[in-house]
């Protein structure tokens, strides 16, 4: 019912910037929110920030005060943003869009962030 697709990743130094995009197409007025998560390899996939469909935004506390979310609506897709500065190698991870809606919750293919120092 809702589509997510990725994009925005690639390889960077410490204290670069990037920006990831998570177009939602389908049902999109049924997202109640929206996330990003981080994957790295042998560990599980841990949560980055979110943003709800009224704006509201929560970060983990590694991610505070150096990214941050936004959400917009043009016509039937939906746009999640969300931007990196001040990236660590630590940032370094594949990363995911979800959206929770009322269906359930769906994911995008993920995108590779890459931090070298």
């Known amino acids: 019912q809702v589509q997510l697709v990725e994009s925005g990743g690639g390889l960077v130094q410490t204290g670069a910037s990037l920006r990831l995009s998570c177009v939602a197409s389908?049902?999109?007025?049924?997202?109640?929110?929206t996330g990003w998560y981080r994957q790295t390899p042998g560990k599980q996939r841990e949560f980055v920030a979110n943003?709800?469909?009224?704006?509201?935004?929560?970060?983990a506390d590694s991610a505070k005060g150096r990214f941050t979310a936004s959400r917009w609506i043009d016509k039937n897709t939906a746009y999640v943003q969300m931007t990196m500065n001040s990236l660590k190698p630590e940032d370094t991870g594949v990363y995911y869009c979800?959206?929770?809606?009322?269906?359930?919750?769906?994911w995008g293919q993920g995108t590779q962030v890459t931090v070298s120092s």
């Open positions: 979800a959206a929770d809606h009322f269906y359930g919750t769906s």
């Open positions: 389908g049902r999109i007025f049924s997202i109640k929110m």
């Open positions: 943003i709800t469909s009224g704006g509201i935004t929560n970060y």
